[in-house]
């Protein structure tokens, strides 16, 4: 993998504070303490987003800009933007926090310039749960291209595993990759599908 540079581009916690970008994006979404964090700290390779035993805190949208050589990026730099989205479904954080990510995520899906991937993560032992299915008719709905992360993967047997990605092909037509921190090397296959979707 070629990254030259990652850093965190801006952090926002309402809909007004989003810039217009044009930057290539790719999203990242999923229930609040699904991985998402540990996920894009394994595929920049750093410790940008803040990971947490405890569910509920990532309450804004952060960019990733990163400085990478692939094909379909603007030349000279090379700029993406991975986007980090609030962690939803968390219920103990009470309904009007859950109504101000829900609004945060439809009002960015609804804004967000020149998105290549929308990348759903979903926790292995749940697979998907209502909120996912929310997230998901949105996702469907602004028609963009879809990779599902199948998190925690080290959490359920290889038949098991095998069974869940079966069933997301069948019932949505999603194609899902599992993934875990405990074996990184699978970003491998991660990055070569954001890269064919740049
Ligand atoms: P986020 O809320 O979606 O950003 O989730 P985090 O990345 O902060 O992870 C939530 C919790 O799940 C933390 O305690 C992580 O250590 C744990 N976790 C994340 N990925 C894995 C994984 O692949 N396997 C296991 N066993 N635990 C994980």
Redesign the pocket.
Known sequence: MNINKAELAGTFFTLEQLPADPRPKVLFL?R????????INALLGQRL?????S?G??VSVNYYAVDCAFPGLPRGGGRLLIADLP?YGYARVGKSEILRVRRLLTGFLARAENVRLAVL?IDSRHGFLPPDLDTLAQIVEKNLPILTIL?????ISSSQQRNLIAKLQHQFGLFAIP????SPEGKGEIWQRIREAL
């Open positions: 999923g609040s303490n699904v991985g998402k964090s540990s996920l987003a803040r990971t947490s035993a569910p805190k990532t962690g993560l998190t925690k993967s080290d959490k993934f875990s921190i405990r």
